[in-house]
């Protein structure tokens, strides 16, 4: 059981726009900021989303992200085949003192 | 370009030990904080500890706390694991990750291929 609570899985179509969500706590997303990862198949985690909507360089625009109170979303428009990937949130939580992440969506591209 | 090579991992029996390194480069590996995450074979991340870039601060995951420690040696650019006590549900693919920043709250900017580790008799 993870900390922070992720929809297993998501779906879309190319070109379409999908958003997945990412809820926490007072302790770790309501008073911390929120980063994102993709991780493609049989690959190392990538660094999505940094600092709640945050984008490292080399990041396409076509991912955002944004949090409210202790919830979180990473969007993702005009999906590509290439999106097809597991997607987590993280966040440092204050009362464990440490890093949480999500279980992890898998997004599907149909 | 940011290289990290983590190594050391393989079988070891509960109960047991082993040290996990990771060699960094392509960077001043003395100004970043670094992290060890885990990863279950199917299952998804878990933050194991992190390390700030002086080693003044220290954290560690519930779960390995007391087992594991975490250390770095900057003049030779390299991060290491000590897992004492392996259980087996250690069994995981080791990452060693780079942050942005000094401190372990930043974000894991990169990552190493990970090292498999397996915790069997």
């Known amino acids: 059981q993870s900390v922070l609570t992720q929809p297993p899985s998501a779906s879309g179509t190319p070109g379409q726009k999908v958003t997945i969500s990412c809820s926490g706590s007072s302790s770790n997303i309501g008073g911390n900021t929120v980063n994102w990862y993709q991780q493609l198949p049989g690959t190392a985690p990538k660094l999505l989303i940094y600092?709640?909507?945050r984008r490292p360089t080399g990041v396409p625009d076509r991912f955002s992200g944004s949090k409210s109170g202790t919830s979180a979303s990473l969007a993702i428009s005009g999906l590509q085949s290439e999106d097809e990937a597991d997607y987590y949130c993280?966040?440092?939580?204050?009362?464990?003192?440490?890093?949480?992440f999500g279980g992890g969506t898998k997004l599907t591209v149909l | 370009e940011v290289q990290l090579v983590d190594s050391g991992g393989g079988l070891v029996q509960p109960g047991r030990s082993l040290r996990l390194s990771c060699a960094a480069s392509?960077?001043?590996?003395?100004?970043?904080?670094m992290h060890w995450v885990r990863q279950a074979p199917g299952k998804g991340l878990e933050w194991v500890s992190g390390i700030s870039w002086n080693s003044d601060s220290i954290d560690y995951a519930d779960s390995v706390k007391g087992r594991f420690t975490i250390s770095r040696d900057n003049a030779n650019n390299s991060l290491y694991l000590q897992m004492n006590s392996l259980r087996a549900e250690d069994t995981a693919l080791y990452y060693c990750?780079?942050?942005?920043?000094?401190?372990?709250?930043?974000?894991?900017?990169?990552w190493g291929q990970g090292t498999l580790v397996t915790v069997s008799s």
């Open positions: 990750g780079k942050d942005m920043f000094t401190m372990v709250r930043g974000a894991i900017r990169s």
């Open positions: 600092n709640n909507s």
């Open positions: 392509g960077f001043t590996f003395g100004d970043y904080a």
């Open positions: 993280a966040a440092w939580d204050d009362s464990l003192n440490g890093w949480v």
